[in-house]
């Protein structure tokens, strides 16, 4: 019975450490795909990328 107990134990340590990997996964997913997403629609940091198009404004002085 013991060994049974100790196999029982142990599946659901297994059991639970998947879903910790697959969420953990699922996470990193979403975030690449909100990032992606966000590149896509022109969404951008305060500390993001300078564009291309430095020449649209006038000098200062």
Do not use: I, N, P, W
Not at 9 to 35: F, G, I, M, P, Y
Not at 37 to 57: I, L
Request: proline residues 0%; glycine residues 4%; aromatic residues 4%.
């Amino acid at each position: 019975m013991f060994a049974y107990e100790l196999h029982r134990a142990h599946h659901t340590d297994l059991v639970r450490e998947a879903t910790a990997q697959r969420l953990s996964r699922q996470a990193a997913k979403a975030r690449r795909a909100a990032k992606a997403a966000a590149r896509r629609s022109g969404d951008q940091d305060a500390e993001g990328r300078v564009g291309a198009e430095r020449s649209r404004f006038a000098r200062a002085a």
